[in-house]
């Protein structure tokens, strides 16, 4: 990097973005049933955005050892292709402020992440909403909340295949979303908190490979998967139903239910059955494994008394990390 001349101004503009979870719905989602997931706000992608004398634009991701100028990126690159994106979108007006990529300055983006990566918490989804939101207030072109959802959207498509745009969703509006593919987005707001303890197996699953064994699965026995994500679909709607009720000690049962039909989709593993069924005996009202499945998370519904001896049975039973989140 450059270093900045005496005299330079410096903008700098900083934003972050949060995990995710999915708390009902999962796969079933992807062929328009509704799922619900919320924002996991104990981690978060932070990106910041200068200007340096350095020309072009710069990156630093020391999670992922990435150090590089955007150009030198491939261009399916993940975070080079939503920068690219950003800077090429439709959506920004014209900048009043004349900051850009193609001034003299040239542009350092940080980015740094306490997500772990692959596994369900919507590490990539994350990374995408905050070099958006910091990228395009740095340029002094502000995105709205849709905008920013569609840019994230078609990088995830780059890299899911066919996802159903969940991710994207809960974590630009950061607030618990029912969402079904291809429809407007509905939050939703709990009537009573609750508590959930995340434990993560510690083995990356891409989402795409289960995605795409399930879709496999489906073209196959294409009646017997309907059954199933017809089966996940009222769980979703009742679960919902619970939540904005202020009943959330019946979601146990359902996520139970859930759980069993995601075995039947094939996408659960001996460990997030393991971790299940640990949560379960220390006291959970009821656990499933949460986003694409193989490995990444579970998540356990507990009474608030009970988080901490629920996350110590997990990790007993080889959970490499829990999170207990309030979900209000
Ligand atoms: O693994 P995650 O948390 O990114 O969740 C994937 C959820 C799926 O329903 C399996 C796929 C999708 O695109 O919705």
């Known amino acids: 990097m450059g270093s900045r001349r005496p005299g330079d101004l410096l903008f700098l503009v900083k934003a972050s973005a ?19 997931a919320v924002p996991v706000n104990q981690v978060q992608v932070d990106v910041e955005v200068l200007n340096s004398s350095a020309q072009g634009v710069w990156i630093h991701a020391p999670i ?37 990529a ?59 295949g066919t ?17 079904i593919k291809g429809k407007p987005i509905e ?5 009573k908190p609750f508590t959930i303890v995340i434990g993560d197996t510690g083995i990356p699953a891409p989402t795409k490979e289960s995605v795409g064994d399930v879709r496999r699965l489906w073209l196959r026995d294409t009646n017997r998967f309907e059954t199933l994500f017809n089966e996940v679909a009222q769980i979703s709607t009742m679960a919902r139903h619970f939540i904005e ?13 859930n759980h069993e039909l995601l075995q039947q989709m094939t996408v659960s593993s001996p460990e997030l059955d393991a971790l299940v069924h ?12 949460s986003g694409g499945g193989r490995g990444g998370n579970m998540i356990a ?18 959970a490499k990390r829990t999170i207990i989140t309030e979900i209000k």
């Open 278 to 289: 640990a949560a379960r005996k220390a006291g959970a009202l009821g656990a499933k494994l």
């Open 187 to 191: 939050t939703f707001k709990p009537g």
């Open 301 to 318: 519904l507990v009474e608030q008394a009970r988080a901490e001896s629920v996350a110590q049975a997990l990790q007993s039973a080889g």
């Open 102 to 160: 193609g001034g003299e300055d040239g542009i350092e983006i940080r980015i740094s992440s306490t997500i772990p990566v692959a596994s369900g918490l919507g590490s990539g989804a994350a990374v995408s909403v905050a070099i958006i939101c910091a990228l395009s207030s740095f340029l002094n072109r502000p995105l709205t909340n849709e905008q920013i959802n569609e840019l994230v959207f078609e990088t995830e498509k780059l890299h899911h």
């Open 64 to 100: 992922i050892d990435l150090h590089a100028e955007l150009s030198t990126l491939p261009p399916d690159h993940p975070i080079g292709s939503v920068i690219l994106k950003v800077l090429s979108s439709p959506f920004l007006p014209p900048s009043p402020s004349g900051r850009g």
């Open 18 to 36: 949060p995990g995710k979870i999915i708390l009902f719905g999962e796969h079933a989602v992807v062929y328009g049933r509704p799922a619900l």
């Open 245 to 257: 009720t202020g009943r959330p000690e019946l979601l146990g049962e359902l996520m139970d239910h």
């Open 163 to 179: 996802p159903s745009g969940i991710d994207n969703t809960v974590i630009t509006y950061n607030m618990p979303v029912y969402y």
